[in-house]
């Protein structure tokens, strides 16, 4: 045990598979534990490095061996699949994460505290809200216009169409009326629910000074920059481009033969934030015109020229630097956005 420096670790739900080298690169652990017997055997351990794919339960086992000096380094999952040999098992997983670890050049996920993760946790449950309110209304208007029961897109006209429903003089049958009645109460309870999250993201929203901060930028409301705030690390970034790669905002890049060729956007990374920032920037997009403030020249001369959403997914990759450079250097936005419109 005394030889070991690294020790990767592929976690699952039970048994936990561990790959250990030494200062040479040489495996001398490879050894299955189950979850009971896994703090315990790195309590034991002399420190070592213990790198890991990043995720929510990772955060949680870095902080536990961080107690005990371990220095444990958390890679993004789509780091370590490229290190991944041949085959998809346990033993072939845990050794791609210690290659993927050994790299001089590779990423890492700086471990979250309690409080962090805590804090996200009522945005993740407001995202799971909204997709099953989605959900529940989209099967709402389906079975609804299986009657002939039609009324308009969005959430205020639910109101309308519930009533509908319960007119007798519209031929809905009793049984199908009891029934899309339930389904109304069901999304009623989650706009409940969904209402009080806002509540309280709002006060979380104003107790965070880097959330206000980023709230100034056109397109970025409380969610995303509370979203922001509390799941990215702007230290982990080299620059704003490499943060709007990070986000997949960023075009593929297909050349060969010092002929340079960019395709579309990657849609590699962090997915939920890629579709905030794409959202605030249609919002942004909606209604840009010129003299309004949130519609600068640069904007306004590419809508002329390209597709409303071609334009919010480039707005989206402006917006990411600028939240990138704010976070960085903990400026306002008004002097990130001079500087921004110099360099264009």
């Known amino acids: 045990m005394t030889e070991l420096t690294r ?23 490879r050894r299955n534990l189950k ?6 055997f790195f309590e034991k351990l002399a420190p070592v490095e213990v790198a890991m794919e990043a995720c929510g339960g990772s ?31 346990d033993r072939a997983d845990a050794l791609a994460i210690s290659e993927a670890a050994g790299r001089p050049d590779m990423h890492f996920v700086p471990v979250k505290t309690v409080e962090m993760q805590a804090q996200a946790v009522q945005l993740r449950l407001r995202e799971m809200l909204v997709a099953q309110r989605t959900a529940l209304i989209n099967a709402l208007r389906g079975h609804a216009a299986e ?14 169409l519930l009533a509908a429903i319960a007119d007798e003089a519209r031929g809905v049958p009793l049984l199908a009326r009891q029934n899309l009645a339930l389904l109304g109460d069901t999304i009623r309870q989650h706009d409940a629910q969904i209402a009080e999250l806002d509540k309280n993201l ?20 409380p969610i995303i920059a509370l979203t922001m705030s509390l799941t990215v690390d702007a230290k982990q970034f080299e620059s704003g481009r ?34 905030l920032l794409v959202s605030g920037a249609m919002s942004v997009v909606k209604v840009a015109q010129p003299g309004r403030k949130c519609a600068s020249a640069w904007l306004l ?40 419109l110099k360099a264009a």
């Open 7 to 29: 020790v990767a670790v592929d976690t699952s739900k039970s048994v936990f598979t561990l790959h250990g080298v030494d200062a040479q690169d040489r495996p001398v652990l």
């Open 35 to 40: 979850r009971g017997e896994f703090v315990a």
């Open 59 to 89: 955060h949680h086992w870095g902080r536990m061996l961080t107690k005990y000096g371990h220095r444990v380094r958390l890679i993004p999952a789509q780091y370590v699949k490229p290190f991944v040999k041949r085959g998809k098992n």
């Open 147 to 160: 009657f002939g029961v039609i009324a308009p897109k969005g959430t205020p006209n639910l109101a309308a």
């Open 202 to 221: 709002a006060k979380q929203h104003k107790k965070d000074a880097q959330s206000r901060r980023l709230a100034a930028i056109p397109g970025v409301g």
């Open 242 to 275: 490499h943060f709007a790669a990070w986000l997949g905002l960023t075009p593929k890049d297909k050349s060969t033969g010092g002929r340079q060729t960019l395709g579309r956007i990657s849609k590699a990374g962090n997915e939920r934030l890629r579709s």
């Open 301 to 340: 001369k590419l809508l002329e020229r390209k597709p409303r959403k071609v334009a919010a997914v480039a707005l989206a990759n402006k917006m990411a630097r600028i939240i990138w450079a704010m976070m960085a250097t903990g400026s306002t936005y008004r002097s990130v956005l001079a500087d921004a």
